[in-house]
């Protein structure tokens, strides 16, 4: 047996070293991301392993076929980048990493929301030209809010129970009930509930074509006056020039922003004296009450690893017996 791995960090080469070392299978590691340039080098392996943004190229599943490969697996959670039709078509299982650290991503979500309402940026701004002064800049405490949380699975549920300690009041959103979340009746029936009643709305949902830009100018003008929006699960769910809008005019007083719907040809990207072509995103990050960070909920040493052993696991268990516990339904 034998796999391919691409888009491989250096903080992620130690693990698959280990595992192919106490698993006996050969992974070769590649640096690039994976495009229609490198999709021969397939040839001869069992299960192609991927990690990117951005989506897999056309002919991919095609290429697995004509190789005979059957899995390919994925280190990360969202699935919204691969064409699952083209793999039920081509006959290639595909896995994710579903709970790799469902508590990185909410630690982040929560720790971006914090530093919004301490209005950390805007001191270290000033602190920067030594203006130390307080005032205007006040800050409300999370116990006093109401935070909207829309997705309750597994990183929202993380969520909540960090924002539980915090004494925050939660409402929460999503199509599927968990039970012992139903018990506690924080559930609303719609989004437009949420909103009216939100402080702060926290996004925790899949990214489908579907829901693309379900947070736009008609939800955020249903959203309380001075709303946070922390969006840590996919760019596509919020429309950046409605966000931008609502930002420079207060309706939203701050927006934490890990994922942005353009995001794949500059985050994790060294792009260091070049000149940004996206004008939307020179925009968002130039204004003060936006808080944009580059794809890193995910990044922390428990989650990397995971990533790493429970693909690797899935593709053997996939090209063993046919099947894994991570295998992504089409
Ligand atoms: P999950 O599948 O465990 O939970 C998603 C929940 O969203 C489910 O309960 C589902 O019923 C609900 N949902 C589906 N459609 C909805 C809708 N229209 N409105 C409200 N809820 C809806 O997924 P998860 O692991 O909790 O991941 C959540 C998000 O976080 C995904 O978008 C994922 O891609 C993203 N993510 C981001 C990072 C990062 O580093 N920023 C890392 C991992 C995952
Ligand atoms: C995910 O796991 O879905 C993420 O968003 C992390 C990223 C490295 C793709």
Not at 87 to 107: F, G
């Amino acid at each position: 047996m034998k796999f391919i791995a691409f888009n491989v960090r250096e903080d992620e080469r130690v693990y698959f070293e280990e595992w192919s070392k106490v698993n006996n299978i050969k992974v070769d590691l590649h640096t690039e991301e994976i495009t229609s340039d490198n999709l021969n080098s397939f040839n001869g392996y069992d299960a192609v392993i991927g990690l990117q943004t951005g989506k897999y190229p056309a002919g991919f599943f095609e290429k697995m076929k004509e190789f005979g490969i059957r899995d390919f697996s994925i280190r990360n959670v969202g699935v919204d980048n691969v064409d699952l039709q083209s793999a039920k078509d081509n006959e290639v299982t595909v896995t994710n990493v579903p709970a790799y650290s469902p508590n990185a991503i909410a630690e982040f979500a929560i720790t971006q929301l914090m530093q919004m309402l301490r209005q950390t940026r805007v001191f270290r701004r000033k602190f920067a030209k030594q203006d130390y002064r307080w005032a205007p800049y006040i800050s409300k405490e999370l116990r006093a809010l109401t935070v909207g949380v829309i997705g309750t699975g597994r990183i929202g549920r993380a969520a909540i129970d960090i924002l539980k300690g915090f004494g925050a009041k939660i409402v929460a959103y999503d199509p599927y009930h968990n039970p012992q979340l139903e018990e506690e009746g924080v559930y609303v029936d719609t989004l437009d509930e949420l909103y009216q009643v939100s402080d702060a709305i926290t996004l925790h949902m899949p990214a489908t074509e579907q829901d693309r830009h379900i947070i736009d100018a008609k939800a955020i003008a249903k959203m309380k006056d001075g709303v946070y929006i922390v969006n840590t699960a996919r760019g596509i769910l919020i429309d950046t020039t409605a966000l931008i809008a609502a930002l420079k005019s207060g309706k939203i007083a701050g927006a934490a922003l890990d994922t942005y719907e353009n995001e794949t040809p500059i985050f994790n990207r060294n792009l260091q004296g070049r000149e940004l072509q996206d004008k939307t995103f020179k925009e968002l990050i130039s204004l003060d009450n936006a808080l944009v960070t580059p794809h890193i909920a995910f990044y922390t040493e428990t989650a990397v690893e995971n990533m790493v052993i429970i693909s690797l696991d899935s593709a053997k268990s996939v090209v063993e017996t046919g099947t894994a516990a991570t295998v992504v339904k089409y």
